[in-house]
């Protein structure tokens, strides 16, 4: 009986060994197309790093690069900060005893046109300087005792003031132009330098020094000089009147002032009445042509307010030499 029935089993064992192979089989190429998709998925992966390193590298090439060139900026900076400059001013060279050149604008002289055109523009005319200087000053000049002298005198309206006045004086202007045009218009007018002119005359010699809307042009170190060599040529009784912009006027001092490219900076008139008593000077300060009078508003803050935005656009300081 059991030898009947064996056949049946190893029938049903046969089947069942081929079932699993089948599932064996299956599972081999299951594995086999995961295996092959894991590969290409890691072949992709591969290229997109490699991709991504490549790119990577290449930017951090460029900043390398880019950090090489600031470097390089930074250091021929540190070489032109380092390296002895000459000052750009009038100063008097302390190796030669010479004026040394300066770069100013006054001293660059294809300008000299540009800036009669645009003190034309921007100044104003000739007859309304020369009414200012005749209203606001004439009279400090009427008992003057020897020649004045008009520093920076431009196309020379305080020149023909002086003259209409018969007050001898002499102007000097760096601008050959304009001490041309002063010239043919028949007044005293030499181009050259201020302070070499000054330490050229005699001491106590001259009756009064003028300079409207100049030392804003000239910088501090030169101006000291120019203020020195002033005390020196003046007479004792004599005097020195420098007008400029005045920059406690907001809209001059934030914006009008530096219309004009040749100006170094605006000097608050109390800066520039020490800078003159220092030197020896007893000086005063004279505000001049207030865009309106004061606001007669009872609110204080809106008179002072008032003031900085319509008050004086200019002043003058006085300086005499007891």
Wanted: proline residues 4%.
């Amino acid at each position: 009986m059991t030898i009947r029935r064996l056949p049946s089993r190893a029938k049903n064992t046969f089947k069942s060994l081929a079932r699993i192979n089948r599932i064996i089989h299956d599972q081999q190429k299951q594995l086999t197309q995961a295996r092959a998709a894991s590969e290409n998925l890691f072949s992709d992966l591969k290229k997109s790093v490699d991709v991504y390193i490549s790119s990577q590298e290449q930017r951090f090439e460029n900043y390398e690069t880019k950090i090489r060139e600031v470097d390089r900026i930074e250091d021929k900076l540190a070489s032109l900060l380092s390296q002895k400059l000459e000052p750009i001013s009038l100063a008097t060279s302390k190796e030669t005893g010479e004026r040394t050149t300066s770069s100013l604008l006054a001293n660059n002289h294809s300008f000299d046109k540009f800036y009669i055109e645009f003190e034309n523009k921007f100044r104003g005319n000739e007859e309304l300087i020369y009414d200012r200087q005749k209203n606001d000053h004439l009279k400090r000049f009427k008992n003057i005792q020897g020649k004045v002298l008009d520093i920076g005198c431009g196309r020379g309206e305080f020149l023909k003031l002086m003259k209409d006045n018969e007050i001898k004086a002499v102007g000097i202007d760096l601008n050959e132009n304009m001490v041309k045009r002063c010239q043919d218009q028949g007044f005293e007018a030499v181009f050259g330098d201020a302070v070499e002119y000054l330490e050229k005359s005699k001491p106590n010699s001259l009756g009064a020094i003028t300079g409207f809307h100049i030392v804003e042009h000239i910088p501090f170190e030169d101006l000291m000089e120019l203020f020195e060599s002033c005390y020196r040529a003046t007479a004792r009784g004599g005097f020195v009147l420098f007008e400029t912009p005045n920059p406690e006027n907001l809209i001059v001092g934030s914006c009008q002032f530096y219309y004009d490219p040749s100006h170094l900076r605006p000097i608050p008139p109390a800066v520039l009445q020490f800078m003159l008593e220092f030197v020896g000077f007893k000086a005063e300060i004279v505000r001049l042509h207030p865009i309106k009078q004061d606001s007669s508003h009872e609110d204080p803050v809106v008179q002072e307010l008032s003031h900085q935005v319509f008050g004086p656009m200019d002043y003058a300081v006085v300086a005499k030499k007891l």
